[in-house]
């Protein structure tokens, strides 16, 4: 049944992309002219943080994954072969993202919050409450789009790295979780203890709503939720599942407060030095993944929703009004902070995309 919806899924997704591949090699790229190397193979060792499940196995990272490197492998016709090394095998986030700076390996997964340790105005993709939606998130966050063409070249220039692919982490939206009580309002986040990202702008956003922000990193939520360190954490429906937080959690609300991303990133050099076939074979495949993961997320958040509810954990769906409630408390506080730190350019460029995209979705 798994691998027949996967199927499914990839079917639809290589169909509707089947006409889009309008991806151009970089202007001047240094690349071997052609395929006239058609002997040459490239190694790309790609660094993963998450886990490699088998094959068959409907997952976001690992499913995603598996298909990038076959069907690179497929369009290149054996000249680039992938390596995928899952689990941090070969080091922590922000090792991966280092040794892909450096070129140690050519690329890497990350969770967008950690592009923002090499490129702070990366923290605009996490700007609380700014996505009204996931159908506005995908268009702005889509690398066709205007924003994330300008964004993606402006990251190349600063870091020597590329984002080829950007879908959502671990079921798109990120959600409030407590040990404490129920929270419908900004109101019953008073005097919680929250764990955040390392974000500067998030611990702001944590503070103006009320609570404790406190930075915990990810291979310790789980403890510090189950020791009280903190009382509660912010993070997608599947990553909550992921991470086992239902034996440690007993309420969440689907406030929507930030949109999780998930990407590839590839050592530009490396790119670079492709034949310029083979770089258009990159960028397409990269795109495909994207739908991929996409698909695949928004699939495994409703099952992983009941699953969560099947274990006891107390689920709020907050109405319109009091999402706003959290927004109105938290929103220019954030955004003035935001401009202070990044300035204002980034931060208005998003927003603009942001309101384009809400007009073509006519929300």
Request: with cysteine.
């Amino acid at each position: 049944m798994k691998r027949s919806f996967i199927l499914f899924i990839l079917g639809i997704f290589l169909f509707s992309c089947s006409q889009e591949s309008s991806d151009q090699p970089e202007k001047g790229a240094k690349g071997e002219k052609g395929s006239a190397v058609t002997g040459k193979v490239h190694v790309m060792k790609l660094g993963l943080i998450t886990p490699l499940k088998d094959r068959e196995s409907l997952d976001f990272g690992s499913a995603q994954n598996w298909f990038f490197k076959d069907k690179l492998e497929e369009l290149s016709k054996g000249r680039i072969k992938v390596e995928l090394h899952g689990a941090s095998a070969l080091g922590g986030p922000r090792s991966l993202l280092v040794q892909t700076k450096k070129g140690t390996v050519q690329g890497c997964d990350a969770e967008g919050a950690y592009l923002s340790f090499f490129l702070p105005q990366a923290q605009i993709l996490s700007l609380p409450y700014i996505f009204p939606s996931e159908e506005v998130a995908w268009r702005v966050l889509s690398l066709d789009s205007q924003f994330m063409k300008d964004f993606n070249k402006f990251f190349i220039k600063k870091t020597g790295m590329r984002i080829i692919s950007m879908g959502e982490n671990g079921g798109g939206f990120r959600h409030l979780s407590n040990n404490k009580r129920e929270i419908r309002t900004p109101a019953d986040l008073k005097g919680l203890k929250m764990r955040v990202m390392r974000l500067p702008i998030h611990i702001e956003w944590m503070k103006a709503l009320g609570a404790s922000p406190t930075p915990i990193s990810w291979t310790e939520l789980y403890t510090a939720l189950q020791t009280g360190v903190v009382d509660g954490q912010e993070n997608p429906i599947s990553t909550f599942k992921f991470g086992g937080f239902t034996e440690v959690q007993k309420y969440m609300t689907l406030d929507a407060h930030v949109f999780g991303i998930y990407c590839l990133i590839i050592n530009n050099n490396w790119y670079r030095s492709l034949p310029k076939d083979l770089q258009k074979a990159v960028t397409h495949c990269g795109n495909l993944t994207t739908k991929v993961n996409i698909g695949i997320s928004q699939h495994m958040q409703i099952q992983d929703l009941a699953y969560i509810k099947s274990k006891g954990v107390q689920v709020y769906v907050p109405t319109q009004e009091e999402k706003d409630m959290f927004k109105k408390l938290s929103m220019d506080k954030v955004l003035k902070l935001a401009k202070k730190q990044l300035g204002d350019k980034w931060v208005n460029k998003i927003l603009r995309a942001i309101d384009k995209a809400k007009k073509e979705v006519n929300i």
